[in-house]
């Protein structure tokens, strides 16, 4: 398998990423927390391991409880506000890259559809994904 690199960033560039490859789960997510955060009726998101991912430029950091009850961190720019990433670099194995952050948005192919109980009627369901109602086990 030949390696693609994902690469993006903040609006206003001061936040940057390099992706290896291809996400372990790509998807869209409806619930109420990513919403708000996005501004949209939901968030594409893609997941990698840490080991894949390099992160440049300082982001400010929102914690808040998560559906498993967890903290859930999301990484913005500090300068223009742009939401990039989820997780702490260098202290979490897994982070999360919103879709709407890549350079190439045509890299962005989702899989699965989570928190569709939680889909308001106005946002799209994109045909063909595995549609789960809450967080998957």
Known sequence: ????????????????YEADGPPDYAGCCYCADCRKASGSGFIGFMSYPATRVKFTGETLRFA???ARGTQAVRNSCPVCGGLVFGGIVGQDILHTLYAGSL???SLFVPTIAIFNRDRPDWAPLPPGLTVFEAMPG
Request: charged share 25%.
């Open 103 to 105: 350079d190439d948005p």
């Open 1 to 16: 398998m030949t390696s693609r690199l994902h690469t993006g960033g903040c609006l206003c560039g001061a936040v940057r």
């Open 64 to 66: 808040s409880r998560s």
